[in-house]
């Protein structure tokens, strides 16, 4: 699946739209290979590493949007340095992820169903990622009882989600227009994908309970 998305990518034509687009095609691959990175992890017996690049995964995918739709001109600009010795030292001024969330839920976007399963995987996974990134409780946990097969499964299977979410805006901005491409991807292979029906409504239910 992800290599046919690949070489769907490789072999379309982008649009040319100055630089704003360029940080977000940048940020795409990124993402992308993030993706590949969670999955070759998974692969490899590595859950906890895994987890780890997810949240990179995932924080990459939300940044493209917001620099296509909230970055301003002045920030765009900063991220188009030179790569100077200096630079290397200057602090990065771009928002947080939940401020880029915000800020994405308020411009109210046509791209607004993507940036709600943002929204949902920030609500549900965010913390636990966290934990993982910063060797946190969840890190001592896993690695004493593991992964069983099928949570490794719902986690390549988000992760390819977020694959799809950050091609489509690269689909949105070649000529022609290809963003049904994704759909006829997740129809031809459906197992890589974790859709709304596939959540247990009793676990649902029972994680809801622990949010406000």
């Known amino acids: 699946m992800i290599l046919e998305l690949k070489d769907e990518i490789i072999n379309s034509e982008v649009t040319d739209c100055g630089p704003r687009l360029d940080l977000v095609e940048q940020c795409i691959y990124i993402s992308f290979e993030h993706g590949i990175g969670v999955n070759t992890l998974l692969t490899l017996d590595m859950p906890?590493?895994?987890?780890?690049?997810?949240?990179a995964q995932f924080e990459s995918a939300v940044r493209a949007y917001?620099?296509?739709?909230?970055?301003?001109?002045?920030?765009?600009?900063?991220?188009?340095?030179?790569?100077?010795?200096?630079?290397?030292?200057?602090?990065?001024?771009c928002p947080s992820l939940s401020k880029m969330l915000e800020m994405l839920q308020k411009a109210d976007l046509p791209a607004n169903p993507v940036i709600n399963?943002?929204?949902?995987?920030?609500?549900?996974?965010?913390?636990?990622l966290h934990s993982f990134v910063h060797t946190?409780?969840?890190?001592?946990?896993r690695d004493k009882i593991g992964f069983d097969e099928n949570?490794?499964?719902?986690l390549m299977r988000q992760s390819n989600n977020l694959i799809t979410a950050s091609s489509q805006i690269m689909f949105a901005h070649v000529v022609p227009d290809k963003q049904r491409f994704i759909h006829l991807l997740i129809e031809k292979y459906r197992d890589c994908f974790f859709m709304q029906e596939d959540l247990d409504p009793n676990v649902k239910a029972r994680v809801e309970n622990y949010f406000p």
């Open 151 to 154: 949570l490794v499964m719902t």
């Open 66 to 93: 917001w620099l296509l739709f909230c970055a301003s001109n002045f920030q765009i600009s900063k991220l188009s340095f030179g790569y100077t010795f200096d630079e290397q030292f200057d602090k990065d001024s």
């Open 117 to 128: 399963m943002f929204v949902e995987f920030k609500k549900y996974h965010l913390n636990q």
């Open 136 to 141: 946190g409780k969840h890190s001592f946990t």
């Open 48 to 55: 906890i590493q895994a987890m780890v690049l997810s949240r």
